[in-house]
Nanobody, 115 residues
Framework: EVQLQASGGGLAQAGGSLRLSCLAS????????IGWFRQAPGKEREAISC??????TADYADSMKGRVAISNVKNMVYLQMSSLKPEDTAVYYC??????????WGEGTQVTVSS
């Protein structure tokens, strides 16, 4: 069973930075992707970025493009966020997508950005 543990959220000031971490476990295949999503109150969950374990390639959605960088070291995936804005306030989730398109989600971590 895939397990994902997101951490690193907290309170940041506008213009500041945070690094989120996702510890992924419970799988043996290297053919998967880990993604970061967020969901603000009253809004739909939106994609931020994902990284493919097999070749370490990454994609970035328009939501935070240019202000985030995703990376992975073994089973940890990091999301470095900078130039934070109050509208970045949301619960941030990491996601595991297997080769068949199956998704697993972990508990989110709250990010609050004050103006």
């Amino acid at each position: 069973e895939v397990q994902l543990q997101a951490s690193g959220g907290g309170l940041a000031q506008a213009g500041g930075s945070l690094r989120l971490s996702c510890l992924a476990s419970g799988f043996t295949s290297s053919d998967y992707a880990i993604g970061w999503f967020r969901q603000a109150p009253g809004k739909e969950r939106e994609a931020i970025s994902c990284i493919r374990r097999r070749d370490n390639t990454a994609d970035y959605a328009d939501s935070m493009k240019g202000r985030v960088a995703i990376s992975n070291v073994k089973n940890m995936v990091y999301l470095q966020m900078s130039s934070l804005k109050p509208e970045d306030t949301a619960v941030y989730y990491c996601n595991h997508r297997n080769r068949y398109g199956g998704d697993s989600w972990g508990e989110g971590t709250q990010v609050t950005v004050s103006s």
